[in-house]
C-alpha cells in the first residue's frame, strides 16, 4: 500500500517562502513522475509542478522562475520549493504520484499554503 504524506505548509507573508515535502511509503514501481497540484477554494485542482524519475521537469507558467521541483529517489521523496509567495499561491497543496507502465495515480492528503498581503 503506497501513502504519501506531505509536510511544509502553513502561513507565510507575500514575499516570503516555504518548502514542501512528500515521503512516499511503500513500494512506487519505477520510471514514474512526481507532482505536485494546487485547489484554491472554488477553483479546479491545478498542477504545480512535475518531476520524472530522470529528473526532467515541467512548471505551471504561473510558478515558472520562483518554485522549483526536486526529487530524491533513493528516499522517495519530493520537494517543492516556493520562493516570492504571492497571496495567489493560497492553496491546499497535494502530491501526487503517476506511474505510467501502470496506470497508477496516488494522492496524498494534501498541505494548506496560506499567504498573507
Known amino acids: 500500500q503506497v501513502q504519501l504524506v506531505e509536510s511544509g505548509g502553513g502561513l507565510v507573508q507575500a514575499g516570503g517562502s516555504l518548502r514542501l515535502s512528500c515521503a512516499a511509503s511503500?513500494?512506487?514501481?519505477?520510471?514514474?513522475?512526481m507532482g505536485w497540484y494546487r485547489q484554491a477554494p472554488e477553483k479546479q485542482r491545478e498542477l504545480v509542478a512535475i518531476?520524472?524519475?530522470?529528473?526532467?521537469?515541467n512548471y505551471a507558467d504561473s510558478v515558472k522562475g520562483r518554485f522549483t521541483i526536486s526529487r530524491d529517489n533513493a528516499k522517495n521523496t519530493a520537494y517543492l520549493q516556493m520562493n516570492s509567495l504571492k497571496p495567489e499561491d493560497t492553496a491546499v497543496y497535494y502530491c501526487?504520484?503517476?506511474?505510467?507502465?501502470?496506470?497508477?495515480?496516488?494522492w496524498g492528503q494534501g498541505t494548506q499554503v496560506t499567504v498573507s498581503s
Open positions: 501526487h504520484v503517476h506511474v505510467p507502465l501502470r496506470g497508477t495515480n496516488y
Open positions: 511503500g513500494s512506487i514501481f519505477s520510471p514514474n513522475m
Open positions: 518531476i520524472a524519475t530522470g529528473g526532467s521537469t
